[in-house]
């Protein structure tokens, strides 16, 4: 697609209830990341993709956070028993291979996360 | 470690005026330096990067950065600010050893008084 695609948009639920996200990234790209934007804070890394190499699950805050990317292209985040400390908003990008270092990243616009 | 400083969260400025947003950056290796934009439900749009060559980078919007490995700073400026550059800018640096992790700082509010 022309952009980085994201959904939903927002998307409010209760404490301890499971929530997926969804990332579509630019066709072509090979390197996908999540990243986690709170309020009044910088950007998280959470997880990287890059083909078909393991993923760099480093960022990851707990064992209820987990991602997947099938078929190198579409992502999905997933978050079990949510808490109120998820809320936040949680930023997907797209980059051609990162092995050189002019790449840049293309961000979709976010999925809002609000844990009740 | 690699790392991004902002020490500036918020930075207002008049309009008219030139701007400047700062970063300071610590990498092992040399550094791949990035500005992004973000606007108020957005997500965040690239403005410029500084790879190699000449330490002046101009990127969109009428922004520019310059590249000082001595200070290992990467100041964001534009000559002349407008009301719709008030946004929230993020500096990024990777560095080349590394190669696969952007490292953000956290962020600079600007604002710009008409």
């Known amino acids: 697609g022309a952009g980085v695609s994201q959904s939903p948009s927002n998307k409010v639920t209760e404490k301890g209830k499971d929530v997926e996200l969804r990332c579509d990234p630019i066709?072509?790209?090979?390197?996908l990341y999540w990243y986690r934007q709170s309020l009044g804070q910088g950007l998280e890394f959470l997880i990287y993709?890059?083909?078909?190499?393991?993923?760099?699950k480093s960022g990851l805050p707990s064992d209820r956070f987990s991602a997947e990317r099938t078929g190198g292209s579409v992502s999905t985040l997933t978050i079990q028993r949510t808490q109120q400390e998820d809320s936040a908003v949680y930023l997907c990008?797209?980059?051609?291979?990162?092995?050189?270092?002019?790449?840049?990243?293309?961000f979709g616009a976010g999925s809002r996360l609000t844990v009740l | 470690a690699q790392s991004v400083a902002q020490p500036e969260d918020q930075v207002n400025v008049a309009e008219g005026n030139p701007l400047t947003v700062k970063c300071t950056y610590s990498?092992?290796?040399?550094?791949?330096l990035f500005w992004y934009v973000q606007y108020p439900n957005r997500g965040l749009q690239f403005l410029l990067k500084?790879?190699?060559?000449?330490?002046l980078v101009k990127g969109s919007y009428g922004f520019e950065a310059e590249f000082n490995k001595s200070q290992t700073s990467f100041h964001l400026k534009k000559p002349s600010a407008l009301v719709s550059d008030s946004a929230l800018y993020f500096c990024?640096?990777?560095?080349?050893?590394?190669?696969?992790?952007?490292?953000f700082g956290t962020g600079t509010s600007l604002t710009v008084i008409p």
């Open positions: 990008a797209s980059s051609r291979d990162v092995g050189s270092g002019a790449n840049v990243l293309t």
């Open positions: 066709s072509g790209h090979t390197a």
């Open positions: 993709f890059q083909g078909n190499s393991a993923p760099d």
């Open positions: 990498v092992s290796g040399n550094p791949y």
């Open positions: 500084y790879i190699t060559g000449d330490n």
């Open positions: 990024a640096v990777r560095d080349e050893n590394t190669g696969n992790q952007f490292y």
